[in-house]
T-cell receptor
Framework: AQTVTQSQPEMSVQEAETVTLSCTYD???????LFWYKQPPSRQMILVIR??????QNATENRFSVNFQKAAKSFSLKISDSQLGDAAMYFC???????????FGSGTKLNVKP | GAVVSQHPSRVICKSGTSVKIECRSL??????MFWYRQFPKQSLMLMAT?????????EQGVEKDKFLINHASLTLSTLTVTSAHPEDSSFYIC?????????????FGSGTQLSVL
């Protein structure tokens, strides 16, 4: 069974500081994608970053980067220089290559303190 | 990025009535569309997957006769909540993918808040 676990229901970070959100997943597949999605109060889901499992290099998108540990099945998101606009729910998601189903974690609510 | 339009954003209806939610891909052809349900402060629960021109595939526990999904064209999928009841009140989100074999990204609509009185 495919499962995605986010063990931190809620986290807080000071503006301009760095925060790391955790995600682990369970799979027997070797080819898959991992994603972090952001859901702000508007509830619009926004893709933050994605990682292909076959790539060893960690993905980065400006202030967002991931720490992908394939053997440990861990996929954490690091947000540097946190901004007030980063406050949102963050969902970790997984998808098997060439299979049309996404699995989402339970989400982590990120609060950014001014 | 690709745009998925979902309408209406909010709907209030009486118990026993049916409600239709539309999901359109505006600048790409969506071969696959997904419908999710999200309860307050919870994750997205996949309800069904629809491919253009074929019947939707429903997840276990989702009543296909209550949640009718139609994917009649490559740019439009609809979810009809039939004979809605208060327990159907929820936030419904659609998402779409252009070519699932090669495009791993999923684009989301802005969601529909359904309130059944």
């Amino acid at each position: 069974a495919q499962t995605v676990t986010q063990s931190q229901p809620e986290m807080s970070v000071q503006e301009a500081e760095t925060v790391t959100l955790s995600c682990t997943y369970d799979t027997s597949e070797s080819d898959y994608y991992l994603f972090w999605y952001k859901q702000p109060p508007s509830r619009q889901m926004i893709l933050v970053i994605r990682q292909e499992a076959y790539k060893q290099q960690n993905a980065t998108e400006n202030r967002f980067s991931v720490n992908f540990q394939k053997a440990a099945k861990s996929f954490s998101l690091k947000i540097s220089d946190s901004q007030l606009g980063d406050a949102a729910m963050y969902f970790c998601a997984y998808r098997v290559y060439n299979f049309n189903k996404f699995y989402f974690g339970s989400g982590t609510k990120l609060n950014v303190k001014p | 990025g690709a745009v998925v339009s979902q309408h209406p954003s909010r709907v209030i209806c009486k118990s026993g009535t049916s409600v239709k939610i539309e999901c359109r891909s505006l600048d790409f052809q969506a071969t696959t569309m997904f419908w999710y349900r999200q309860f307050p402060k919870q994750s997205l629960m996949l309800m069904a997957t629809s491919n253009e021109g074929s019947k939707a595939t429903y997840e276990q526990g989702v009543e296909k006769d209550k949640f009718l999904i139609n994917h009649a064209s490559l740019t439009l999928s609809t979810l009809t909540v039939t004979s809605a009841h208060p327990e159907d009140s929820s936030f419904y989100i659609c998402s779409a993918s252009a070519d699932f074999a090669t495009n791993e990204k999923l684009f989301f609509g802005s969601g529909t808040q359904l309130s059944v009185l």
